[in-house]
C-alpha cells in the first residue's frame, strides 16, 4: 500500500479496527509547554539528558541528578494535558480494545483520563528506595530534601524512572510487544521512534500485519515504514482524525466498532 496523509483515506480503517494500540513519545507532551529532550530547551544547566539520566550519573553524583529531576518535576507540575493527551483518553471509549503505551513519564495522559495505558518509562512523580525497591508517589516541588531518603529505611531514593543503559520492566515490556502484534492499527505520535526498545514496537506491529500511522513533526526512520503519515502538531492532527471518526460513526451507526460503544463515545463527546 503507497503512503497516505489523507484522513478521509484514513477513517475507513479505523472504523474496522477492533484493536488499537498507540505508542506516543514526548512530542505528545511539546504543545503542553513540556520540552522534548532532543530540542534546544531540552538543556538543563550545560548537561545533556544522557549525561544525567543514567545510573552512573546517579552513583557518581545523586545530588546533581536530583536537581535535575527537581527542576524538571517543577518545569511539569503545572503543564496541562493538550488536545492530543485528551483525544487519545476519548479513544479507550471508541475502540472496542485500546492501550496506550507511553515513553513519557511526566504522567499527562494519566491526568488526561487514560487509564489503559503503559507508561514504558516510568513515572518523574514515583521515586523508589534504592535499598528496598519500595515505590512512593511523591508530588512535592521543590522538594525539601535532595536528595530525598526512603521514609521507611533511609536508604537513598531514585527517581522511578527508566535511565540510558537500564532494561525496562520486563513484564511491562512483554506486555507492550504482545498488544503490539495483536493489533490491527498502531499509531507511533511524537516519538523520534530512535530510544530502543520501545521504537521497535511499531515495527513488530506492522510486520504482524498492523495498519502503521505516523503522527510528527517531522519524518522518523518509521516514515517508510508506516502506510500514513501526518507531519505537523500533534495537537491539531489527532482532534482532526477524531472529529472525522465522529462524523463517519454518526453516518454509519452499523460500523463494527459497535452501536453501543458508538452511543457512549457520542454521549462522552457532547
Ligand atoms: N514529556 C516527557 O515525559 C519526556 C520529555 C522528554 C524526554 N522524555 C524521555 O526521553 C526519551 C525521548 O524519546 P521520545 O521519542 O519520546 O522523544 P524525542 O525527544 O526523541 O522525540 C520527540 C519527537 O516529537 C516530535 N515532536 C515535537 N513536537 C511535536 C508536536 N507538537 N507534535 C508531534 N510531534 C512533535 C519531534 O519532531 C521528535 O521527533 C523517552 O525515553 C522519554 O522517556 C520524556
Ligand atoms: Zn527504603
Not at 498488544?179 to 504482524?208: K, Y
Not at 502506510?227 to 462524523?247: C, K, M, S, T
Request: proline fraction near 7%; hydrophobic fraction near 40%; aromatic fraction near 8%.
Amino acid at each position: 500500500m503507497k503512503s497516505s496523509s489523507s484522513i478521509e483515506d484514513l477513517i475507513p480503517h479505523l472504523l474496522q479496527a477492533k484493536k488499537v494500540v498507540v505508542l506516543t513519545g514526548a512530542g505528545v507532551s511539546a504543545e503542553s509547554g513540556i520540552p522534548t529532550f532532543r530540542g534546544r530547551d531540552g538543556l538543563w544547566k550545560k548537561y545533556r539528558a544522557e549525561e544525567l539520566a543514567t545510573p552512573y550519573a546517579f552513583i557518581s553524583n545523586p545530588r546533581l541528578v536530583w536537581e535535575w529531576y527537581d527542576w524538571r518535576r517543577q518545569l511539569i507540575a503545572d503543564k496541562q494535558p493538550n488536545p492530543a493527551h485528551l483525544t487519545l483518553a476519548k479513544w479507550e471509549n471508541i475502540f472496542p480494545s485500546f492501550w496506550l503505551i507511553t515513553q513519557n513519564i511526566d504522567g499527562l495522559h494519566q491526568q488526561a483520563g487514560s487509564r489503559r495505558l503503559l507508561e514504558l518509562h516510568g513515572n518523574i512523580w514515583k521515586m523508589r528506595c534504592v535499598d528496598e525497591g519500595t515505590v512512593f508517589e511523591n508530588r512535592t516541588t521543590p522538594l525539601p530534601e535532595i536528595p530525598p531518603h526512603c521514609p521507611d529505611c533511609g536508604g537513598l531514593l531514585r527517581p522511578h524512572v527508566v535511565w540510558f543503559g537500564e532494561s525496562l520492566d520486563s513484564a511491562l515490556l512483554s506486555e507492550a510487544f504482545r498488544l503490539s502484534h495483536e493489533c490491527e492499527v498502531m499509531f507511533s505520535i511524537g516519538t523520534s521512534a530512535i530510544v530502543q526498545p520501545a521504537a521497535s514496537l511499531p515495527v513488530a506491529a506492522a510486520e504482524n500485519g498492523a495498519l502503521l500511522i505516523e503522527i510528527n513533526a517531522e519524518p522518523t526512520p518509521l516514515a517508510s515504514v508506516a502506510q500514513f503519515n501526518f507531519y505537523g502538531r500533534a495537537g491539531e492532527i489527532l482532534p482532526q482524525i477524531h472529529q472525522a471518526l465522529l462524523q463517519a460513526l454518526e453516518k454509519n451507526s452499523s460500523a463494527s466498532l459497535g452501536k453501543n460503544r458508538t452511543t457512549k463515545a457520542r454521549k462522552t463527546e457532547k
